[in-house]
């Protein structure tokens, strides 16, 4: 069996057991998954003898290049994924697999120097590139204090939440849209990156 396939298939069995979920916040227990991972694995991400060809040479597969991206990233072959605890550089916001099965890495900064740079640092230039709202360690950052924020505060509110690709980090609250996010905001947390949704009820959800 292929090594990726020994790696990778743990990780999938795991991470379907990882549910995100929401209760009052004096009480909250909130799972934040990697999003780059869970994009991987929610894109099934494909084998290199499932890509075709593309203006004539052979394209090689989303999993490759989100390996090297790791590896670059100071991951090694026992371990391929983002960790909280890798140096990310400023330039880089996220990746994930995008509808034309190639990877996407979101970056911060002109997109040309990008581009240049990230073709030698991965060896190729079968990916594609985003822009990014912030780097990886700003929105690390801020989900921290989010999580600080919401265990000190004594306002009942159910909250859910999760990073996003390009930097984001995407609050899923219930109740009236105008009257949740505005209460959110003003006795909770409030920040640059956070995108709000609301809805009736915080349902459990399998990644």
Same mark, same amino acid.
Request: glycine share 8%; with cysteine.
């Given at each position: 069996?292929?090594?990726r396939k020994l790696i990778f298939l743990p990780?999938?069995?795991?991470?379907?057991?990882?549910?995100?979920? @929401?209760?009052?916040?004096?009480?909250?227990?909130?799972?934040?998954?990697?999003?780059?991972?869970?994009?991987?694995?929610?894109?099934?991400?494909? *084998?290199?003898?499932?890509?075709?060809?593309?203006?004539?040479?052979?394209?090689?597969?989303?999993?490759?290049?989100?390996?090297?991206?790791?590896?670059?990233?100071?991951?090694?072959?026992?371990?391929?994924?983002?960790?909280?605890?890798?140096?990310?550089? *400023?330039?880089?916001?996220?990746?994930?697999?995008?509808?034309?099965?190639?990877?996407?890495?979101?970056?911060i900064g002109d997109t040309v120097e990008m581009?240049?740079? $990230?073709?030698?640092?991965?060896?190729?230039?079968?990916?594609?590139?985003?822009?990014?709202?912030?780097?990886?360690?700003?929105?690390?950052?801020?989900?921290?204090?989010?999580?600080?924020?919401?265990?000190?505060?004594?306002?009942?509110?159910?909250v859910g939440f999760s990073s996003r690709e390009?930097?984001?980090? *995407?609050?899923?609250?219930?109740?009236?849209?105008?009257?949740?996010?505005?209460?959110?905001?003003?006795?909770?947390?409030?920040?640059?990156? $956070?995108?709000?949704?609301?809805?009736? @009820? $915080?349902?459990?959800?399998? $990644?």
């Open positions: 069996m292929d090594m990780v999938v069995l795991v991470m379907t057991g990882i549910w995100s979920c @929401s209760r009052k916040v004096q009480q909250v227990q909130t799972g934040i998954v990697q999003d780059e991972l869970v994009a991987a694995i929610q894109n099934n991400i494909p *084998e290199a003898e499932a890509y075709g060809e593309e203006e004539g040479g052979v394209q090689e597969p989303a999993w490759t290049y989100f390996e090297r991206l790791s590896i670059a990233f100071d991951g090694d072959s026992t371990f391929i994924g983002m960790k909280p605890d890798m140096d990310f550089p *400023e330039w880089y916001s996220g990746c994930f697999v995008n509808d034309r099965d190639r990877l996407t890495i979101n970056v581009r240049t740079m $990230l073709n030698d640092l991965l060896g190729g230039n079968e990916f594609d590139l985003g822009v990014g709202v912030c780097n990886k360690t700003t929105q690390q950052r801020t989900l921290r204090l989010l999580r600080e924020a919401m265990e000190r505060s004594v306002t009942k509110q159910d390009d930097g984001t980090i *995407e609050v899923t609250l219930t109740g009236d849209s105008v009257e949740a996010v505005d209460r959110f905001k003003s006795e909770i947390f409030d920040s640059p990156i $956070l995108r709000f949704k609301t809805m009736e @009820s $915080l349902e459990i959800i399998l $990644l």
